[in-house]
């Protein structure tokens, strides 16, 4: 036992030896093919990093004084002078329908009152604007106000709002914490800011409306004269199409400024500012989705109901609409669409988001599988609301069929409305509509007529016929030029330079601004040949519980929203003025 154990001792440190020289050997070896595996690895990740997706950075541009600046956002009389003006106009109803006379040739219809009233209004709450602007009433309810810049080469910065409002249903009524026309506030005690207005247009839009002519009189009364000049425009209809409003505002304005006549123009938005991850980001809407309204009629031959058909035409009908709603448009994440830059300037500068998730999101535009889990991501996290902002939406709002209990309903008709993806069109859309209607025309044997085209011969069984009432393309995103550029880096002033400072404890605050998209429309869409530099934005950190009142019960909006809007455009008014 002793012996070997001896002898073991004697042999294994030869036997570690050679163990030792040997490990050694496969390390080196290791390390060298370690190394040149990183370093080729290396040389991947700097070829990868190189067209990996940055976000862009923008310079600040001053704007306004910091001084009155803060006075706008600090001085309780004038918050409360500002805030009673927004109460003023929320109280006057200016409900619009989908349906109702141009206003051009009935000026007096009944609905239109309320519209004479708020003019009257305004008129009261901005006297400097009435009697030292041009102040135009367009098609009698719309209002151009014009104040003309000194140097007349410089194209005018345009602010868009709407009059308008959408309608309360009256049987919501009761369900609204406040009346909806009553502008009725809840103050909070601890910070003035963050009391709130409620009722029916407070934020949709009758806060930007008062927070653009609030900028505009506090201008005035310094005595401001612009170098360029400075417009607001201002919709009757913005929430019915804008056809008899910004339509018509837009025809004057062709003429006088001509297409391209215009610097910018700034509008209403759903987002302003909103941490993510850990990050403040600014999203102004430089895009917008395209917008379909089409009817489908089904006509099939009439009867008595004791002998039916197999499928009258309402079974027909809800046959084809059960075959639209389960097949969905795809979810896309392209270039061509502004918020995928705007989600991935968020994964960039997230704090808290997963390695290999940020990494899809910044290869997302060069690799087919990372451009996958994002979507994947996006729609799992974000559900229907993120969804539709990356495809085209199907909706189908109405139906109108049958009349009698003996008869067979002769005539069926639904309305389907879509918002059309960046990245398809109406053709495209409707292509896909149409196919759906072919598949059903071959199970019922009937015929297809298409905008007046006959695609399918009719049959006796009847046939189908689809109608496009309303088909806009989306609004491309607007270009990445000087006057972005410019926007941005005001709007990064305002927030890190006057905003944060007082707002937040943490030292210094960044503030990412990234482009989005629109889902809805806007007046904007009215304004295409003006310019292509509009900017949908809406000052302010309002909640996703406070946007979603919009068009809704107890729709409300803060006064640090109406008082970012009002600074907002001081300073954006300030900034665009030559040096
Ligand atoms: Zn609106």
């Known amino acids: 036992m002793s012996l070997e154990k001896h002898g073991e001792k004697h042999c294994f440190p030869a036997k570690r030896r050679v163990v030792s020289v040997l490990t050694s050997l496969v390390s080196v070896t290791c390390l060298l093919f370690l190394f040149q595996n990183f370093c080729n690895h290396e040389q991947v990740a700097v070829l990868k990093e190189s067209q990996l997706f940055q976000c862009q950075t923008f310079d600040k541009v001053s704007g306004g004084s910091a001084d009155i600046l803060k006075y706008i956002l600090g001085n309780d009389s004038f918050i409360n002078g500002t805030i009673s003006k927004l109460q003023n106009a929320v109280r006057i109803p200016t409900e619009v329908a989908d349906e109702r006379p141009d206003p051009g040739t009935h000026p007096d ?49 345009m602010f868009a709002a709407h009059l308008d409002v959408v309608p309360v249903e009256k049987k919501t009524w009761d369900d609204w914490k406040y009346p909806p026309f009553s502008a009725f506030i809840e103050y909070d005690s601890e910070n003035i800011l963050d009391s709130n207005v409620w009722g029916r247009g407070t934020f949709d839009d009758k806060n930007m409306l008062v927070g653009e002519l609030q900028a505009v009189e506090l201008l005035l009364s310094q005595g401001f004269q612009p170098e360029r000049g400075i417009i607001l425009a201002l919709g009757c209809d913005e929430e019915a199409s804008g056809q008899f409003g910004a339509a018509k505002i837009n025809e004057v304005l062709v003429e006088t400024y001509g297409d391209d006549g215009i610097y910018a123009i700034v509008d209403e938005g759903l987002n302003g500012i909103k941490k993510q991850d850990g990050v403040y980001i600014a999203s102004p809407g430089t895009a917008e989705k395209g917008f379909i309204n089409f009817w489908i009629h089904l006509n099939t031959p009439g009867g008595h109901s004791s002998v ?127 196919d759906q209607i072919k598949e059903t025309c071959k199970e019922h044997g009937l015929g297809l007529q298409y905008e007046g085209t006959q695609l399918i011969d009719s049959s ?120």
């Open 109 to 157: 219809a009944k609905e239109y009152l309320p519209f004479y009233k708020l003019h009257e209004q305004l008129k009261k709450d901005f006297p400097l604007v009435w009697s030292k602007l041009d102040v135009k009433t367009v098609n009698n309810l719309a209002l151009l106000i014009t104040w003309k810049g000194s140097n007349e080469s410089l194209k005018p910065l």
């Open 308 to 434: 039916p058909p197999d499928h009258t035409s309402i079974g027909i009908i809800s046959s084809l609409v059960t075959k639209i709603e389960s097949k969905k448009f795809p979810l896309l994440f392209t270039e061509k669409n502004p918020v995928s830059e705007w989600y991935q300037c968020a994964a960039q500068y997230s704090e808290g988001m997963d390695k290999s998730l940020r990494y899809d999101f910044l290869n997302a535009m060069n690799d087919e599988d990372s451009n996958a889990r994002v979507i994947e991501y996006l729609f799992e996290t974000g559900g229907k609301k993120v969804g539709y902002l990356l495809r085209t939406s199907q909706a189908v709002d109405i139906i109108h069929g049958g009349f009698k209990s003996n008869a067979l309903p002769e005539t069926v008709s639904v309305l389907i409305n879509s918002r059309v993806a960046m990245e398809s069109s109406v053709n495209e859309t409707m292509q896909k509509f149409v």
């Open 460 to 579: 006796e069984n009847g046939e189908f016929s689809v109608e496009i009432s309303i088909g806009k393309d989306p609004v491309p995103s607007s270009p990445n030029n000087d006057a972005w550029k410019h926007f941005a880096g005001t709007v990064k002033s305002f927030y890190e330079d006057i905003v944060f400072p007082t707002k937040f404890e943490e030292e210094s605050t960044e503030l990412v601004i990234a482009p989005t998209i629109m889902s809805g429309n806007t007046d904007c869409l009215n304004y295409l040949s003006l310019t292509q530099n509009i900017y949908r934005f809406q000052p302010g950190f309002a909640s996703e519980d406070t946007l979603g009142t919009i068009h809704s019960v107890n729709e409300h909006v803060n006064f640090e929203t109406v008082m970012h809007t009002v600074a907002f455009v001081y300073h954006y008014i300030n900034a665009v003025q030559p040096a």
